[in-house]
Each structure stands twice: as structure tokens, then as C-alpha cells.
Nanobody, 124 residues
Framework: QVQLVESGGALVQAGGSLRLSCAAS????????MAWFRQAPGKEREFVTS????????YYGDSVKGRFTISRDNTKNTVYLQMNSLKPEDTAVYYC?????????????????WGQGTQVTVSS
């Protein structure tokens, strides 16, 4: 069992930056691939980025490439999302997720555990 708690969401102006954190409970954090998803009002939850359990492989959705960076610290059981050059269309609730299966990086159904989400609002 893994519990995930996101933090760091806020209201920020367009062009600004934020760093989200996701703290995981349990002693097996390094056994999970981690990801960030987001869900805007009236839209489906979408994949943002993921990182392999060792941190050696990262994958980004097209809309955030070059602006967002995912990282993890397995000694702190935490995954981070650094968001730069934020745009109003980045406004959403951001969710942290964990999966044990080594496949299905962008598929919501592959993820075993989810956090409660943190709100990011980007004003124009």
C-alpha cells in the first residue's frame, strides 16, 4: 500500500514557475514508476509526465515538453514537478500517481495509487 500526498499548488501569473511535491508513504517507493497527471474543469484527466523507478527514464506529454521537469528522490520518498513558463492552459488539479507495472506509462488505468490532487491556477 502506498499513500501519496501532493503539495505546492498555488495561484501564479502566466510566465511564472511552481514546484509541486508528492510525498509517498511506505518503504517501497523505489519499486514504483511515478507520474503526474492533471485535470482541468470539464476535461478528462491527462498525462503530464512520468519517471522510472530509478529516475533514469523520463517521459513528457507534448504540451509540457521543455517547460516541465520531473525528478525524484528515493531517499526522501518524494517526486517533484518543476513547472516553468506556466500558461493559463496549465490550470488544473495536478495528481501524483504510482504504478508497479513496467508498462503503460501514459495510461491512467495502469496506475495503482493516486494522491488527492493539488490545484494549480495560472492567471493571464
Amino acid at each position: 500500500q502506498v499513500q501519496l500526498v501532493e503539495s505546492g499548488g498555488a495561484l501564479v501569473q502566466a510566465g511564472g514557475s511552481l514546484r509541486l511535491s508528492c510525498a509517498a508513504s511506505g518503504r517501497t517507493f523505489s519499486s514504483y514508476d511515478m507520474a503526474w497527471f492533471r485535470q482541468a474543469p470539464g476535461k478528462e484527466r491527462e498525462f503530464v509526465t512520468s519517471i522510472s523507478r530509478s529516475g533514469g527514464f523520463k517521459y513528457y506529454g507534448d504540451s509540457v515538453k521543455g517547460r516541465f521537469t520531473i525528478s525524484r528522490d528515493n531517499t526522501k520518498n518524494t517526486v517533484y514537478l518543476q513547472m516553468n513558463s506556466l500558461k493559463p492552459e496549465d490550470t488544473a488539479v495536478y495528481y501524483c500517481a504510482a504504478k508497479s507495472a513496467p508498462i503503460g506509462t501514459t495510461s491512467l488505468s495502469r496506475y495503482d495509487y493516486w494522491g488527492q490532487g493539488t490545484q494549480v491556477t495560472v492567471s493571464s
